[in-house]
């Protein structure tokens, strides 16, 4: 799993690259919120997950948006989720993401 | 059951094999011609069973888990088992969001996305200690 992220473009973004599992879930975790203090010196108050290259999810990466949706929703950032594949897609509509992470369009 | 073909994998419950034992089980339904969307189903579904066995059945002590996976006219069967200490009420691990370990951000989805992945998932106790998860998913439907 690869993370990279833009933070000074007018829409402050964050790509994901691989595989989100029980494997990778740590590193997901760490690096995210690794970000916090860099959304704070910006004033950045929202923020795109780039899904387009995370070939594989399972309900482990749920469990990561959820526990970020909760930590960064206390700091009043928003999070929108852009071009999730056909299959990390149904994960999210199955869990009921989007109701928290709105689509990104 | 008579299956056309047969394999059966023992792996250490690690974090690592996850992704080994996912691209395993879909290189060898390959042969059953499911499609992308169904053998990212398979995946999925495979990668819950799997990482509840690591996380809560050893719950981070050392172990094997065992999968076995037939074809039968493009029909897939999977049986996964573990030695780990298993599910005390099953029906009730099996409601959606339930979690026994909602300070790790867990989301409680894992059952919930097997059963809406495949087509027939059942859940029991291993006699030995442990648990056994049977799921199966016709391709081409």
């Given at each position: 799993m690869k993370i990279k992220f833009n933070l000074?473009?007018?829409a402050p973004h964050i790509s994901f690259d691989g595989e989100l599992d029980e494997h990778t879930a740590d590193y997901v975790r760490l690096t995210l919120d690794s970000l916090l203090g860099e959304f704070a010196d910006k004033a950045i108050d929202k923020v795109i997950f780039d899904f387009k290259k995370l070939s594989f999810m399972d309900s482990t990466g749920v469990g990561v948006l959820l526990g970020r949706f909760k930590k960064w929703n206390s700091k009043n950032l928003q999070i929108c989720i852009k071009d999730p594949q056909p299959h990390v897609d149904r994960v999210l509509r199955i869990s009921g993401i989007y109701q928290i992470m709105p689509l990104f369009v | 059951m008579k299956f056309d073909n047969q394999m059966t994998l023992v792996v250490d419950?690690?974090?690592?094999n996850e992704s080994f034992i996912r691209s395993t089980i879909a290189a060898f339904c390959v042969e059953a011609n499911p499609t992308l969307s169904e053998i990212n189903d398979v995946k999925t579904a495979v990668s819950e069973a799997i990482t509840n066995s690591i996380v809560h059945g050893y719950d981070g002590t050392d172990g094997k888990i065992t999968i076995a996976v037939g074809l039968c006219n493009r029909e897939v069967f999977i049986t996964i088992i573990d030695?780990?200490?298993?599910?005390?009420d099953i029906q009730k691990a099996r409601k959606p969001f339930f979690t026994t370990k909602p300070e790790q951000e867990r989301s409680g989805m894992g059952f919930t996305v097997m059963e809406s992945f495949m087509d027939n998932l059942i859940v029991k106790p291993n006699d030995s200690g442990g648990l056994i998860v049977h799921m199966k998913k016709k391709f081409g439907d």
């Open positions: 000074n473009s007018e | 419950a690690k974090t690592k030695q780990g200490k298993g599910i005390e």
